[in-house]
């Protein structure tokens, strides 16, 4: 298998001549699942790490995987301000994009913003901390509302994949109740689950490589890495109406000749396409004009579709700034009609308690808006998955909320559009991420 990884061998000419779609995949759990070491365990026996980086984790003869990720966990402890460390590697059939998401509960935001981009997610399972000897076994509250975070994300594939069974005495019999937990909870809450896996991180079984006995844990499926080589990778949003966040205003002429707008609007196209002659408006000026040329990332002439970026410019000068949308004016456009009444699910990120009553900023593309909090409607009980009347949402709750905007927004429901569908509230005073804002 010729595989590589941030630190790949091959030429740069190869690289740039490669076009296949990465698939972006996390990975999350409790802490101490094993996700450090699966990570590992995916670059090294998959070759994507270099000789010189290799032995650099070699301890006593031994290989320490998880030392492989140590480096980003350590950047996270000293501040600095991305939230989820990416790794890349390939294989023969495709790329793929990894999401270190980390497992401590108070981190729940991290794996959030990493969930929120991803094609799919591997969620570990330790049979190590579970009653694996009951059939009735209750998982870990940690793997119940990670999964369902992925279910409200609209994470297109998740994989249980079942870790240190080569821990257990009874590693068959360990897999059969993990799994039918799983699927049991699975079933319960609407998750739909593309596969179930046993693998040992450490040992490297079913990882990339299958288990010397071919009939380990009574499993003959395909390994971890076969099952993600053949993910589908997300579709863009193309059928739906054209939606834009100006990103960055640029302005390419000092010419007198007004005969079109001398500015380039720079965004990445949310959902939908643009091309010259389409009509949009301006979202929140409701100014509207047409498109007199579209710019791809290289400056050439092209329709572009959602996903990728694009430069927009209008047939006549319009006020547009930074974080104000251009949505599509034809008959397709009224789909997107703005309100200030948003009911949605919340994931709660911060530690202060979320009430009603409280202003946050609301981030919608690159536009801010205050946002009042006008009534908290349901919690979620992660255990039962029963909907309680709540007053309030503690730190890590998942809840449904109704929000009072101070200027009207573009939204389509986030089972529609990831994009358009999205917010994120951030506490107006600290400037913290607070809450992951799904609308319904």
Aim: hydrophobic content about 45%.
């Amino acid at each position: 298998m010729n595989t590589t990884s941030s630190v790949r061998a091959e030429p740069v000419e190869a690289l740039a001549q490669d076009t296949r779609p990465a698939l972006k995949f996390i990975t999350c759990g409790s802490v101490d699942d094993g996700k450090s070491t699966l990570i590992g365990r995916l670059l090294v026996d998959s070759k994507a790490v270099l000789q010189d980086h290799l032995a650099g984790v070699q301890r006593q003869g031994e290989t320490d995987l998880a030392l492989l990720t140590d480096g980003l966990s350590a950047e996270r402890e000293q501040g600095i301000t991305i939230d989820v460390a990416y790794r890349y590697f390939n294989t023969e059939t495709r790329k793929f994009i990894i999401g270190d998401a980390p497992g401590h509960e108070q981190y729940t935001r991290n794996m959030v913003t990493a969930a929120s981009a991803a094609d799919a997610a591997v969620v570990l399972v330790d049979a190590t901390k579970l009653d694996w000897q009951d059939a009735g076994l209750k998982l870990l509250v940690q793997t119940r509302r990670h999964s369902l975070l992925l279910k409200l994300l609209r994470v297109p594939s998740i994989v249980f994949a079942v870790n240190k069974l080569d821990a257990v005495a009874d590693s068959a019999l360990a897999f059969a109740h993990i799994s039918a937990a799983l699927a049991a909870f699975a079933a319960e809450a609407g998750i739909t689950v593309t596969a179930t896996v046993p693998v040992s991180a450490l040992k490297g079984w079913n990882v990339v490589d299958a288990a010397a006995d071919a009939a380990w844990c009574g499993y003959s499926g395909p390994t971890l890495l076969d099952i993600l080589e053949h993910l589908p990778v997300t579709a863009a949003d193309t059928a739906l109406p054209f939606a834009f966040p100006v990103q960055w205003v640029e302005k390419f002429s000092s010419s007198s000749d007004t005969s079109q707008g001398r500015r380039v609007f720079w965004g990445r196209v949310a959902t939908g396409s643009v091309q010259p002659g389409q009509p949009v408006k301006v979202m929140p000026s409701g100014q509207t004009a047409t498109v007199a040329q579209v710019l791809d990332h290289a400056r050439n002439p092209k329709v572009v579709q959602a996903g990728h970026s694009a430069g927009i410019v209008l047939d006549r000068e319009v006020d547009v700034s930074r974080g104000d949308w251009l949505l599509a004016a034809d008959g397709e456009g009224a789909a997107l009609e703005a309100s200030r009444e948003i009911r949605a699910t919340v994931a709660w990120m911060d530690d202060e308690t979320l009430v009603a009553g409280r202003v946050y900023w609301a981030l919608h593309g690159h536009r801010w808006v205050k946002a009042k909090v006008k009534r908290i409607v349901h919690k979620l009980d992660i255990n039962t998955l029963a909907e309680e009347d709540a007053t309030q949402l503690e730190p890590n709750a998942i809840g449904h909320i109704e929000l009072a905007l101070q200027e009207p927004l573009a939204t389509l429901p986030y089972a529609q559009s990831r994009a358009l569908g999205s917010l994120v509230l951030v506490d107006t005073a600290s400037h913290k991420t607070s809450g992951a804002v799904l609308v319904n």
